[in-house]
Antibody, heavy 123, light 107 residues
């Protein structure tokens, strides 16, 4: 059974750095083709992809946010961590982690998601 | 960056009828297209990947088609539980972008 769960602060102040942790089970991020991504959704708005880390520790970022984001993994703990620097009120959103896997001839889409964690940026 | 445009923004359909949702990519994404359903307060649920393959456990009334830049999600006979927001999402060259969503509401 695949599960993912996000954890981190519910409230951060402007200019602070946000650190979120995704703890997962039911799969291994060392398995070839396996990846975990972060996606966010401001209240009442659309989904926005942020970052992805793959089984080989390659990292990919949203073009518009890449200077502020860092994604990393701890395979032994089954965790993926996202940091976002210089937080602003416009970064207020629900942050999700999700799994995606790359097969030999197909890509799964984000097939399992965490329940999301709401982060509010306010002084 | 590839921009995904969904239409219409809101679609009003009666239960039992067919719903057709569209998604257009600003450049070709081949068949690297997924569809998600999201209900209020819930995480998105994967419906379709590879433009036309239903994800595990997704009912057969959901179908996807298209390739390149034009894609369609069809729900053949709407059930009450299908009224939600639907997002398309492309994955191409390690970049992933979502459309702005189509809200499917009861007519």
């Amino acid at each position: 059974q695949v599960t993912l769960r996000e954890s981190g602060p519910a409230l951060v102040k402007p200019t602070q750095t946000l650190t979120l942790t995704c703890t997962f089970s039911g799969f291994s991020l060392s398995t070839s083709g396996m990846c975990v991504s972060w996606i966010r959704q401001p209240p009442g708005k659309a989904l926005e992809w942020l970052a992805l880390i793959d089984w080989d520790d390659d990292k990919y970022y949203s073009t518009s946010l890449k200077t502020r984001l860092t994604i990393s993994k701890d395979t032994s703990k089954n965790q993926v961590v996202l940091t976002m620097t210089n937080m602003d009120p416009v970064d207020t959103a629900t942050y999700y982690c999700a799994r995606i896997w790359f097969g030999s001839s197909t890509v799964s889409g984000f097939d399992y998601w965490g329940q999301g964690t709401l982060v509010t940026v306010s002084s | 960056e590839i921009v995904m445009t969904q239409s219409p923004a809101t679609l009003s359909v009666s239960p039992g009828e067919r719903a057709t949702l569209s998604c257009r990519a600003s450049q070709s994404v081949s068949s690297n297209l997924a569809w998600y359903q999201q209900k209020p307060g819930q995480a998105p649920r994967l419906l379709i990947y590879g433009a036309s393959t239903r994800a595990t456990g997704i009912p057969a009334r959901f179908s996807g088609s298209g390739s390149g830049t034009e894609f369609t999600l069809t729900i053949s006979s709407l059930q009450s539980e299908d009224f939600a927001v639907y997002y398309c999402q492309q994955y191409n060259n390690w970049s992933y972008t979502f459309g702005q969503g189509t809200k499917l509401e009861i007519k």
